[in-house]
């Protein structure tokens, strides 16, 4: 009898255990209870919220709406003055979700140990500025998670998971009419361009490792393209770009190299743009475009040079090489210069030594390589004596004769010097002479005048002598003159 009333004791226990524990568990939401039964609009919302992370984590609809969730009595439940709030105004709604979001006490009273920095960064970012009708934010919390059935990140029925926020942000973005009243003048064509590049064709096919909107632009820290903290501001592209493209494991997934990052930072572009703050260099994207574009194959990736050195382009495509290149389908200027680690020129990249360009199509005995020889000799020649006449004008100088325009036409050469190696693009030996044969003009002028004053400097300086020593002989003749006039007198 003793051991049947323990028993019964125990399993009484354990029995008022189980109902404790399922009152604190997910379900026990008198709120929730009422209105799943109910129907409409006043329905939908329990039912989204029976499959929602915070339903999940024992929040009940007063977690957000306040009132009593422990009572079935709806008036009791609904009451003002428990704290219940009803439906928030779409201005204030928010707020909702700041009260645990962005209190890392609360949030860590329920255990989460994620982030609760999301409004303090939506707060500076481009989504919080005021909508155009006076409705709250253009973007709030609830604009992007939802309110009722929200999900993690991680789970693919999430509005935020990564194969679904393309959509997302399309909402707005892909609308030209909504975007209007805010920005007229920013494109709308993300989605469309983002949906042909290679990252947008393996999301559409579920691949949650390649980028979209979200890995490049942050989440809720989102600032215009021109504000300096955004992850697509020029100068934060190439990291943005590397985290996953310096990636080894993730790259290697895919067959691709990692080492675009580590080539372009060292490279003429990536010197220019990250250190020189030249914004005129490309980042990444300068060659690969934003959305679409991302790889459309060698040909054209190439052609990208061409809008920013138009005019080498225009050159090589005068030349043998452009029709010879397309046929063979070699890459036009990234044969020569490469791509990411492109290097700043000189004119070793010319002729036949071991750092030419030339030499690795071209062999001892062709047209191309004995070109290469030629135009690197008179490049050489024309350089030497540029020095050469330098020095002349440099000694007239220091003599005081004058050299003025001399020494102002050699260093305008510069600019003759910088079209001479541009004209390499065309690789013609006649047009490579004719840029050049004006440089030799004004290096021929420049030394013959240098020396010229210099022989005019001695040639006077004889002459002067010459008159010194005259001057002296008479002033001596006189003074013997004199001598003897005063002997004279005195005698
Ligand atoms: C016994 C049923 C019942 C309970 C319990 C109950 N409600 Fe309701 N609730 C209703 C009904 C019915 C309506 C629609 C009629 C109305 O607006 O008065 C409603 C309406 C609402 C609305 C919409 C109000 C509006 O202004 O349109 C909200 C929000 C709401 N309930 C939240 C809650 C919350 C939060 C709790 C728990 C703290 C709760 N309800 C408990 C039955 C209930
Ligand atoms: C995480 C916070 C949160 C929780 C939890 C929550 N709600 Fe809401 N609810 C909101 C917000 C925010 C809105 C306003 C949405 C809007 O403006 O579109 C809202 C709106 C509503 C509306 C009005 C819907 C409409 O279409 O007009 C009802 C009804 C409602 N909630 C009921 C509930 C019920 C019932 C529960 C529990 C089953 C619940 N809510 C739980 C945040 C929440
Ligand atoms: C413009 C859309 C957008 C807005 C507005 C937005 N979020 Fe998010 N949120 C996201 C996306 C997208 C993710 C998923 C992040 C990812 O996959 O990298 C996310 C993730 C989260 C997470 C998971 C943890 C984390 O930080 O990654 C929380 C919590 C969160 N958001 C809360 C909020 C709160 C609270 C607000 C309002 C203050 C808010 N979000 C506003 C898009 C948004
Ligand atoms: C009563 C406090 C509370 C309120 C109010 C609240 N949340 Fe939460 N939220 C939490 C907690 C706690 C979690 C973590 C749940 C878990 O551990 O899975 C969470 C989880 C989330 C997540 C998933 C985070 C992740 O890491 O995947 C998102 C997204 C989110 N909330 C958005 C919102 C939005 C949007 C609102 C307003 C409509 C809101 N929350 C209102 C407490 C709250
Ligand atoms: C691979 C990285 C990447 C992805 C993925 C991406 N963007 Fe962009 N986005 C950029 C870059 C880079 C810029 C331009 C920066 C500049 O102009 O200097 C940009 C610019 C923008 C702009 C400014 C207007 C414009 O078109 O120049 C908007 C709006 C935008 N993106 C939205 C989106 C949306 C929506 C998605 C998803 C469909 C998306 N982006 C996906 C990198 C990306
Ligand atoms: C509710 C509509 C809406 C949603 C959803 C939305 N945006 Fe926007 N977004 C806008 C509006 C409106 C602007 C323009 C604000 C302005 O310039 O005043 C904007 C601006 C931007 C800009 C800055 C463009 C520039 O250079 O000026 C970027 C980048 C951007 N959004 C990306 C995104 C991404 C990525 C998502 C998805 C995670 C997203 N947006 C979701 C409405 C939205
Ligand atoms: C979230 C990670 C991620 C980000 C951020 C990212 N990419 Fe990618 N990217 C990938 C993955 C993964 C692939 C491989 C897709 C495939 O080949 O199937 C890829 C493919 C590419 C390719 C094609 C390579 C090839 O040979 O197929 C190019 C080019 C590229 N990305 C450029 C960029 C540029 C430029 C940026 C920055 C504006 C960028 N990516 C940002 C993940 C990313
Ligand atoms: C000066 C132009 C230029 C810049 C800047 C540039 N790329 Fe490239 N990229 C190219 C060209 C050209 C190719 C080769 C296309 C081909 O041969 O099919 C290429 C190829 C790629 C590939 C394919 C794999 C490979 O290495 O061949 C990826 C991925 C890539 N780039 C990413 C990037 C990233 C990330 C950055 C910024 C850190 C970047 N690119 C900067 C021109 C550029
Ligand atoms: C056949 C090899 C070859 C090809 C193809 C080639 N280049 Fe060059 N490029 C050179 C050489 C060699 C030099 C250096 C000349 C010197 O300094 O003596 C040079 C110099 C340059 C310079 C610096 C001098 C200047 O013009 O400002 C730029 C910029 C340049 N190339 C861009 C391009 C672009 C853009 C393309 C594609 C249209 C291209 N190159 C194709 C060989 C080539
Ligand atoms: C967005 C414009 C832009 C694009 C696209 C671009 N470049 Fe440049 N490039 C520049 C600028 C600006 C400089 C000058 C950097 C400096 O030295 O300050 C430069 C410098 C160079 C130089 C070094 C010139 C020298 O005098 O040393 C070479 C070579 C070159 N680029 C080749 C290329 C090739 C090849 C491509 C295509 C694969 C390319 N560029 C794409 C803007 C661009
Ligand atoms: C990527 C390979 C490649 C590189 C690098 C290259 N060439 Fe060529 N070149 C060719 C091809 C292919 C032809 C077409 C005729 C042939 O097959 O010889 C050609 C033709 C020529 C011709 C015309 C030959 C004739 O018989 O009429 C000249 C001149 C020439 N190249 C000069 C140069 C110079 C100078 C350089 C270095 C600045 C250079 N090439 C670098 C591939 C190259």
């Avoid at 194959?297 to 029709?323: D, I, R, W, Y």
């Avoid at 030996?429 to 013959?448: Q, R, S, Y």
Wanted: glycine letters at 8%; a positive charge; aromatic letters at 6%.
């Amino acid at each position: 009898m003793k051991h049947i009333s323990i028993a019964y004791l125990l399993i009484l226990f354990l029995v008022g255990a189980i109902t404790f524990r399922l009152s604190a568990a997910p379900g026990n939401d008198e709120c929730l209870n009422c209105h799943e039964a109910l129907d409409g609009k006043v329905q939908t919302p329990a039912i989204a919220f029976k499959n929602d992370v915070h339903h999940a984590a024992g929040i009940t609809c007063a977690g957000c709406h306040g009132g009593n969730s422990s009572v079935s009595d709806m008036e009791e439940g609904m009451d003002k003055k428990k704290g219940y709030t009803g439906i928030p105004s779409t201005k204030e709604r928010y707020v909702l979700c700041v009260k645990c979001h962005a209190e890392k006490k609360a949030m860590q009273s329920f255990g989460y140990r994620g982030s609760t920095e999301q409004f303090e960064k939506l707060k500076s970012s481009v989504h919080f500025k005021n909508s155009y009708n006076d409705q709250g934010p253009i973007a709030d919390c609830i604009t992007c998670h939802g309110a009722h059935g929200i999900l993690g990140a991680k789970n693919p029925q999430s509005r935020v998971h990564p194969t679904k926020i393309v959509q997302l942000c399309g909402n707005c973005h892909s609308d030209p009419s909504y975007m209007q009243k805010y920005n007229p003048g920013l494109p709308v064509d993300q989605v469309m361009k983002y949906r042909t590049s290679i990252h947008g064709v393996k999301n559409a096919k579920g691949d949650t490792r390649t980028a979209q909107c979200v890995s490049c632009h942050g989440n809720h820290e989102i600032y215009s393209v021109k504000d300096p903290r955004s992850a697509v501001y020029n100068l934060n592209i190439a990291k943005t770009c590397s985290h996953c493209h310096s990636d080894t494991v993730l790259m290697a997934q895919y067959n691709i190299p990692a080492n675009q990052y580590k080539k372009y930072q060292k490279s003429v572009h990536g010197i220019a743009l990250l250190e020189k703050g030249d914004a005129a260099a490309p980042s990444c994207n300068g060659c690969h475009g934003n959305h679409a574009a991302i790889l459309p194959g060698a040909e054209s990736v190439s052609k990208v040079c061409g809008t920013c050195h138009a005019f080498n382009m225009e050159l090589f495509e005068q030349g043998p090489h452009k029709t010879a290149f397309n046929i063979k389908k070699i890459p036009e200027c990234e044969s020569c210069h490469g791509n990411h680690g492109i290097e700043p020129v000189t004119d070793e990249f010319l002729g036949t030594s071991s750092r030419s360009f030339c030499i690795s199509c071209h062999q001892a005995g062709d047209n191309g390589y004995k070109t290469a020889a030629e135009m690197k000799q008179l490049l050489d020649t024309l350089t030497a004596s540029k020095k050469n006449a330098d020095q002349y004008l440099d000694i007239a100088e220091r003599l005081g004769m004058d050299v003025t325009d001399e020494k102002y036409a050699l260093k305008n050469m510069k600019q003759l010097l910088i079209k001479v190696r541009t004209s390499v693009h065309v690789a013609s030996l006649g047009k490579f002479k004719e840029e050049i044969a004006p440089g030799f003009e004004i290096v021929k002028d420049a030394e013959t005048h240098g020396r010229k004053s210099i022989e005019n400097y001695y040639f006077r300086r004889k002459g002067l002598m010459v008159s010194t020593v005259i001057v002296s002989i008479l002033v001596g003749l006189l003074y013997l003159k004199l001598k003897r006039i005063e002997k004279e007198d005195r005698a």
